[in-house]
């Protein structure tokens, strides 16, 4: 085993849950070293072409990945290690923040073709494909960005990506309804966390009003503006914990941790469903790590 490759208690937890091999038209004998590649990939940020040979061929690791990206089967593999942590109690849900970060578009990220995608062999769009595939013009260039749902353990429980120049009070509703933990036994799925944290920028009248529908208690400063209108209207003032909301650092650790990934960031895939999946990947990797 080589440094970065998934331990034989990880690969015990993930093996369960990827697509079975052996079938007709699978290429793709072992799946661990196929993971191991993409880890490897995903950790260092090398291209396709300049992986190690004791991964056999770049395309034999490359393909499984886009394919895996395309059909959704990342997503389903991130359900599935979610449903175990939770079974084992390794999820806190006494705190679930909310934040963003803005990730640098190499070069090689853009020229995507206009035609829409495929999933290979199937008449559709990939899963995650975005006609805009994700990225935005700024100051700095293309870039784009992750919104994500961090729990108390440092760890991603959703995420969503768009164009760097969206901002992040639109995006709560999108990610909140991706929060859906599945139970090993009977019972539906767990979509509301004890309490939610998230800065400024999330604070609007929309999202405030989707919270309180959803009957979800959470910390989320108001601005000066705000509060100001509120104020002349005759408004209440929103209620505000300073002790509580000192954890939402704890979905700013979960993004340094992510971006621990140099694939992730930096992005590299010119493909909005291919970067999706490369981030699906690095979460699923730090929830092995738990």
């Not at 395309?70 to 942590?85: E, K, N, R």
């Not at 494909?129 to 293309?142: A, K, Q, Y």
Request: include cysteine; charge should be positive.
């Amino acid at each position: 085993m080589e440094r970065g490759d998934l331990t034989d208690d990880q690969w015990a937890r993930l093996c369960p849950h990827l697509p079975k091999s052996g079938q007709r038209g699978g290429r793709w004998a072992s799946h661990r070293r196929v993971i191991n590649g993409i880890l490897f990939r995903q950790r260092t940020g090398v291209p396709w072409r300049d992986l190690p040979a004791r991964f056999g061929k770049w395309k034999a690791v490359y393909e499984p990945h886009r394919r895996w990206s395309a059909d959704g089967t990342w997503d389903t593999v991130f359900a599935a290690v979610l449903a175990d942590a939770d079974a084992e109690g390794r999820i806190d849900w006494s705190m679930v923040s909310v934040d963003s970060t803005s990730c640098r578009a190499h070069q090689l990220a853009a020229g995507a073709r206009r035609r829409p995608p495929r999933v290979p062999g199937k008449r559709r769009t990939p899963r995650q494909h975005r006609p805009d595939e994700g990225l935005g013009r700024s100051r700095g260039g293309l870039t784009c960005k992750i919104h994500l749902a961090g729990e108390g353990g440092r760890r991603p429980l959703a995420l969503l990506i768009t164009p760097g120049q969206w901002g992040d009070a639109p995006q709560l509703i999108p990610v909140m309804e991706r929060i859906r933990v599945g139970r090993l036994g009977r019972g539906r799925p767990r979509t509301r966390p004890d309490h939610l944290g998230g800065d400024k920028a999330y604070s609007s009248r929309r999202n405030r009003r989707y919270l309180r529908r959803r009957q979800i208690k959470h910390t989320i400063p108001e601005p000066g503006n705000q509060r100001a209108n509120r104020k002349r209207r005759g408004g209440r003032p929103t209620g505000f914990d300073k002790t509580i909301y000192k954890r939402r650092n704890e979905v700013e650790r979960t993004i340094n941790a992510l971006k621990n990934f140099r694939a992730v960031a930096t992005r590299f895939d010119k493909r909005a469903y291919v970067f999706q999946g490369t981030v699906t990947v690095a979460a699923i990797r730090l929830w092995l790590r738990g």
